[in-house]
C-alpha cells in the first residue's frame, strides 16, 4: 500500500511563486524517479518535471528557468519550486513516483497523487 499525497496549491498571481509538495507514505524501499505533471482543462496531461534517483533533472521547455524540481529521500518527498508563475501554468498538478515496495523489486512501479489545483490569476 502506497499512496501519495500532494499539497501546496492554490491561488497566486501572476510573477508569483508557490511551491508544491509531494509525500509518499506506506511500504517503499526505495523511489526511482518523482515526476510532477499537470493537466489544464481541455488540454492531455503533461510532464512538468522529472529527477532521477542519482538527482538528474529534465523540466519540460514551457517551465525552465522557472520551475525547480528537488526531493528528499529520507523523507520520501518530492517539491516543486515554481517561479514567475504565469497564468497559462493553472493547471491540476499530480505528482507520481517510480517505487520499489521491496528490495527484491528490480523494477519500479508508477504511482500518482490526487492532484493539488494551482491557479495563477492574471
Known amino acids: 500500500q502506497v499512496q501519495l499525497v500532494e499539497s501546496g496549491g492554490g491561488l497566486v498571481q501572476a510573477g508569483g511563486s508557490l511551491r508544491l509538495s509531494c509525500a509518499a507514505s506506506?511500504?517503499?524501499?526505495?523511489?526511482s524517479t518523482w515526476y510532477w505533471h499537470r493537466q489544464a482543462p481541455g488540454k492531455q496531461r503533461e510532464l512538468v518535471?522529472?529527477?532521477?534517483?542519482?538527482?538528474?533533472?529534465n523540466y519540460a521547455d514551457s517551465v525552465k528557468g522557472r520551475f525547480t524540481i528537488s526531493r528528499d529521500n529520507a523523507k520520501n518527498t518530492v517539491d516543486l519550486q515554481m517561479s514567475s508563475l504565469k497564468p497559462e501554468d493553472t493547471a491540476v498538478y499530480y505528482c507520481?513516483?517510480?517505487?520499489?515496495?521491496?528490495?527484491?523489486?528490480?523494477?519500479?512501479?508508477?504511482?500518482w497523487g490526487k492532484g493539488t489545483l494551482v491557479t495563477v490569476s492574471s
Open positions: 506506506g511500504s517503499i524501499y526505495s523511489i
Open positions: 507520481a513516483a517510480s517505487i520499489l515496495v521491496s528490495i527484491y523489486d528490480y523494477a519500479g512501479r508508477d504511482y
Open positions: 518535471a522529472e529527477i532521477t534517483s542519482v538527482g538528474n533533472t
